[in-house]
């Protein structure tokens, strides 16, 4: 595939922009968005009648085999699940919750309430399966009060149930009883006969009815229901449909192991994929060192044509594209498309990834990225142009203004679109503090633009404003460009790294490692962490953050000590999502400990290599 031909399978934007007196600047591109349907499963219906043997997602048997389901065959057991739904008195004040991961059961039962207008709610599984005084799962349950309760296998979270929610809401599960509490098999679901009146239910969903929820924390670490209505959902897959033109002729086919509690996965490419007839491949792997072996698998047998993963998980792949021809000969075959979200791509990881793919594909592949969060549907921003560096947020879809406040020294990013959330479920506080006195929904972060002159070039990540800090002399820090630059400068020895130095005098960090590489400069068999103490390791680190300091231009960009991590990041103390994005409050928060031995003698901690010297 040629440049030039790629490059027509995206949108052609016209970039329009405005500065006003009071400083703030508005950017938009011209282009009305297109009509979109009522609600989010009637383009899954209309692919069911249109292409009915299409198959529509697939997953892992427990022989290994793929299991799939077509387009018909689903849309037959999401009017069922609707059905049987409505008959329990479901509504959006006894939504259903889902508790388990990603799976074509989690799939239907989703679609099957947003079907008949009642919401779904998917949580991250560690909310049940961490054990301990389930603060967070209490939290949720005080805010929804849901009306059903749905796990694939019952199992693993009978404990968590049991403790949190009260006996009388009934269970529904593949497997496995609760004394004590009614459970409903997920066969009796798939087996009750449509009536008339859920589909009259359907014909009632208008753009405000409520679809899901998603709960995201931010920096705070309390969990926030954050409404989905449909017009959310249809019109957010509308404006991707007008940016990934593509999508319109050649339907998606993916492979995917994000999970659905979140936005990107859950809402993005969930939902890309029945809107465009595509079929998705549950991806049972994961960007670890034990899980990464099942992506693998996975991709070594599904080509996918647009892929989306992590960086982390895009570090890890490298690895296995670099030594195994048969399965980077299989990932490229098709390809049309790479995106990667959840945190910054360091400079590293982009050229090599960049490198593979143009050996594979003549004129390449688009790698690229966007910007959006959970009460924006998500997608919002994104480049469409090939770019010689990480990190280019793009411009506005079709229906997004993006309005840019000074802060300071800092430009604030504030957007309005048709795919915006209502608010926050049972908080008008939390609500009304979301949104500007125009109605822009305020992300909280800062923005640039990649060429001041030229708002078309695109946007740029400029650090969230909650997390920035200033040093001993008053300096601010802009916390999010540190930590992208400081991995960059590493040169692949981290994964991420967490800033620190409020107070201080000069920057610190602590440093999740990339074992991988660090085992690859030991050179010597040295594994886990013993590495971190390994000279040729400390010796690496200790060069590679002498040339970042010697790179920085004043002390809020210059890191000049760091600890590597030896205990993984934990999702339960809020440290890491589910998706492998780092909070940086909290692992702070946490190890304040260890943080403050950035500024000592400590053993652990690596200077740049004239000051080890």
Known sequence: MTATAQDAMFWDPVVRSETRPDGSILVWQEGALDPCPAAITDAFMDWAARTPDTVWMAERGPDRAW?????????????????????????????????????IAHALIALGAQHVGIPSAALAPAYALTGGDYLKLRDIADQLHPGLIFADRLEPFFPAIETVFDASIPVTTLTGTMPGRKVIPFDTLLATPPTEAAEAAHAAITGETVAKFLFTSGTTGTPKAVIQTHGMLVSNQQIIRQCFV???????????????????????????????????????????REGIARTIENLREVAPTWYFNVPLGFQMLLEAFETDAALRKTFFSRLQMLF???????????????????????????????????ETGPFALCCTERQKTSGNLGIPAHGVTFKLVPQGDKLEGRIKSPSITPGYWGNDTLTAEAFDEEGFYCFGDAFRFADPDDPAKGLLFDGRLAENFKLA?????????????????????????????????????????????????????TQGAALLDHPA??????ERLAAHARRATGSSNRVTRMIFLAEPLEFDRGEVTDKGSITQRAVLRNRAALAARLWSDDARVIRPAEAEA
């Open 473 to 525: 002399s008053g300096t601010w820090v802009a916390v999010g460009p540190v930590r992208a630059q400081l991995t960059d400068d590493l040169g692949g020895l981290a994964s991420d790294v967490v800033a620190a130095g409020e107070g201080q005098e000069d920057l610190g960090a602590l440093v999740v490692p990339n074992w991988t590489a660090l085992a690859a400069i030991a050179g010597d068999g």
């Open 340 to 374: 990667y979200a959840g945190a910054g791509m360091s400079q590293p990881v982009w050229d090599r990834l960049t490198r593979v793919a143009d050996e594979m594909v003549p004129g390449g592949v688009l790698l690229t990225t966007g910007f959006g969060s959970t």
């Open 537 to 542: 390791v400390r010796r690496a680190a200790a």
């Open 67 to 103: 299991i799939e389901l077509t387009y018909a065959e689903a849309a037959a057991r999401i009017r069922a699940i609707g059905t049987a739904l409505l008959g329990l008195g479901l509504s959006a004040d006894r939504p259903v919750l889902i508790l388990s991961g990603n799976s």
């Open 246 to 288: 593509f999508m319109t002729k050649t339907p998606p086919v993916v492979v995917d192991w994000a999970p659905w509690n979140h936005t990107a996965s859950g809402n993005k490419v969930f939902n890309m994929v029945h809107t465009n007839g595509g079929t998705y491949y549950i991806d049972d792997g994961r960007p670890t």
